[in-house]
């Protein structure tokens, strides 16, 4: 009876002009060489009819805020303090999958530059036998290879949307529980709740569309020499390098940030392409 119930829930939910907000738990290490620790993380996959967001709520709660407060600065004063300790959240990154064909596009920031990256790789569920209650949801389980891990997902027919965290989706109900082998990457389904419209400024604005193979280049690129965007400041069509004092800066910049990459080494693809 509560299934009935809760399967004509989601179908008029879907059907309707409302949308569904579906909160994760995120926790993720990080650095594979200090698995103590791990980082958590709050996640939306906010759905409507026509596709459906999956982005940090800790970052865009954060950069909302931020935003108000530097509207109010300069209304009142006509400059801008901006603090660092402002920007919280971890997941920089957000997915977009428009329906029905589940095109799925990754959301992300080089620098100054807005890339957003088109998927076309499939994934290759097998669905098991196995099942388990994850919270009030009966869940089945499925596994998949994708990106260079392999994964397990419990997908509840409960709520009849083949979406999920990420770029994961195609099983026969939404994922409330995924996770790698390795458990360096898990979601849990934490809240449900109905919203009246997903927020459109979650992504950057002029983004430059990119394929996969483009995409990974610019991030081998990036981190080869991430302060490269830095080192030359383009004004009226020259280019201005910078003097001896400031290479100097810009070479201890460009070390901790490398030192900052070597700890995010366990990143959720293993493979871009």
Do not use: C
């Not at 103590?36 to 996640?43: A, F, G, I, Q, T």
């Not at 409960?158 to 995924?178: A, C, E, M, N, S």
């Amino acid at each position: 009876m509560k299934n009935s119930i809760l399967l004509f829930l989601f179908l008029s939910i879907i059907t309707s002009a409302q949308s569904q907000r579906f909160t994760y738990n995120y926790q993720f290490i990080p650095d594979s060489t200090n698995v103590s620790d791990v980082k958590n993380e709050l996640m939306n996959l906010d759905v409507s009819k026509s596709g459906s967001k999956f982005y940090s709520y800790t970052v865009y709660q954060s950069d909302s805020l931020m935003k108000i407060d530097l509207d109010r600065q300069l209304a009142a004063t006509g400059s801008l303090n901006i603090k660092s300790d402002n920007r919280k959240g971890l997941v920089r990154y957000t997915v977009s999958k428009k329906y029905p064909k589940y095109e799925i596009s990754l959301h992300n920031r080089i620098l100054r530059d807005q890339y957003n990256v088109s998927e076309e790789r499939p994934i290759v569920w097998k669905i098991t036998s196995e099942k388990m209650k994850i919270g009030e949801w009966s869940a089945q389980k499925a596994e998949a290879d994708f990106a260079g891990r392999h994964w397990y997902a419990w997908f509840t027919t409960d709520i009849p949307i083949q979406d999920g965290p990420y770029k994961f989706h195609g099983l026969p109900g939404l994922i409330v529980k995924l996770e790698d082998q390795t458990l360096s990457h898990r979601f849990t389904l934490q809240a449900v709740k109905n919203i009246s419209s997903i927020p459109e400024e979650i992504f950057g604005a002029n983004e430059i569309p990119v394929n996969a193979k483009q995409y990974s280049k610019l991030l081998k690129d990036y981190e080869n020499d991430p302060t490269k965007g830095l080192k030359q400041m383009q004004m009226g069509g020259a280019i201005m390098i910078m003097k001896d004092g400031q290479n100097s800066d810009m070479k201890s910049q460009e070390g901790r940030i490398k030192e900052r990459m070597k700890k995010d080494n366990n990143k959720i693809e293993l493979k871009n392409i």
